[in-house]
């Protein structure tokens, strides 16, 4: 069996289920991607990830594309992320015409809000109409919930039954990578990514200084337009020496903040997942994410986390009131988080999920 993943990026929450895939099958597996990291995600600390025994093959042309489709097996298994986005996927997605082969759909839910969200379902009932009957599975990030991936894909035409849940998959840091502080008493929260308007910074802001009064800071780390504007709303608010401003950074180093913090909050109006969820959880960090997270999906038990509705200021208030009025999570709270998330979100738990869901 051999498996090629033909992806825009080589993306370091998709190295650890392909290095763990290419440890598992007897086959080759290869990662195809238009380029290794992009300028603007380099600046979000993005780093080149460990492939592992997986191939890389960064920007072939259109003959090596075809080269590497007719030199597969019929037991070639080609996964695709992005087929109308990146011409790379769209070029080998054209290309793959053997009946034998079997082709997955790897994929973020989809926004479906607004006049934006209608004309994204009619380009997608249309795609159906022209390759469904191509797709043999779709594994799903975003996958649960009212207006998860799986209904999504279900309203764009394809049957429920090859639609299965998945999702991003960082890789687990060691115990001595993990830096704890607990030496204090104010309960600390961190927002960690893009400062755009579909981040909803501003509403984290908002639902905080309704609770001023309690001992908490938040933590700002990233960058973007929206910057001092937010900065502006923090003091407008009155909140502003609660509120802590720090530019992107390395992963590394955001990762280390993390481990000190109590709560990790991302409150957007939509996130096709969120993969500092997953860091988050892997660091024993309960999260706060709004409903239409795809990485709501790791958050069905309270004890991990929970869901407010998304654009609700109230709904986030009352969460986050809670959370802060119950302190702190306690060691060992932190240890099952933790040891959960290693069990049921970990590369080589995906790898044999994939397995699975590909040879049914």
Known sequence: MNIIFWQNMKAFHQSAHIRALANMVDGKVYWVVQEVLSQERCNLGWFDPDSGKAEVIVNPDEKLVNHLIRSS??????????????????????????????????????????????????????????????????????????????NWYAKCGYSEKIIFPYGYFPETPSDDAIHLDINRNEYKIVYIGQLIQRKRIDLLLKALSHIGHLNWSLDIIGSGPLREPLIKLSTGLGIADKVHFQPAMSNIDAMKVLDSSDLLVLPSRFDGWGVVINE??????????????????????KWRGETFRSGSMEDLSSVLRRKISEGPPAKDLRDKIRNWTIRNASGERAAKYFLRMSQR
Do not use: K
């Not at 990146?86 to 997955?104: D, K, Y």
């Not at 988050?280 to 038990?301: I, K, M, N, T, W």
């Open 73 to 150: 097996s019929n037991d070639t298994v080609h996964i695709f992320s992005g087929t109308s986005s990146f011409p790379l996927v769209r070029c080998a997605f054209n290309q793959v015409r053997s009946p034998e082969s079997t082709i997955g759909l790897l994929v973020e839910n989809r926004d479906d809000q607004g006049v934006r969200g209608l004309e994204r379902l009619m380009r997608y009932r249309f795609n159906h109409m022209r390759f469904g009957n191509r797709i043999h599975f779709i594994l799903c990030m975003g996958y649960t919930g009212e207006h998860g991936g799986r």
């Open 280 to 301: 988050a959880l892997l660091r024993g960090v309960p999260v706060v994410c709004s409903d239409r997270c795809g990485g709501q999906d790791l958050l069905l038990e």
